[in-house]
Nanobody
Framework: QVQLKESGGGLVQTGASLRVSCVASGHSFSTFTMCWFRQAPGQEHSFVAAVKRNDAYTEYSDPVKGRFTISRDFAKNTVYLQMNRLTPEDAGVYYC????????????????WGQGTQVTVSS
């Protein structure tokens, strides 16, 4: 059974950078499409970025294009989300998700989830 564990969240000021990480254990990491979602209080999970299994193809939501970068380290079974020029609208709980299939931006398409890491951006 694959387990996902996020880390790296915190409190930063507007304009700052932060990198969150997600370590996958229990299965071959390369077979999974990995994704980051954000959930703000009272809102649904919002797609942020994803990296397709087996290759480097990535997708981003429009609000984060050019500011965020998703990457994966196969040797460490880890996916990262580098977040630059953060704004209060980026705040929320960031969840790592995985699926043993192609890339999707719908959170219902992912059946493996981490516990989340909180990102707070002060104005």
């Amino acid at each position: 059974q694959v387990q996902l564990k996020e880390s790296g969240g915190g409190l930063v000021q507007t304009g700052a950078s932060l990198r969150v990480s997600c370590v996958a254990s229990g299965h071959s990491f390369s077979t999974f499409t990995m994704c980051w979602f954000r959930q703000a209080p009272g809102q649904e999970h919002s797609f942020v970025a994803a990296v397709k299994r087996n290759d480097a193809y990535t997708e981003y939501s429009d609000p984060v294009k050019g500011r965020f970068t998703i990457s994966r380290d196969f040797a460490k079974n880890t996916v990262y989300l580098q977040m630059n020029r953060l704004t209060p609208e980026d705040a929320g709980v960031y969840y790592c998700a995985a699926r043993n299939s192609g890339l999707s931006s719908w959170y219902t398409a992912y059946d493996l989830w981490g516990q989340g890491t909180q990102v707070t951006v002060s104005s």
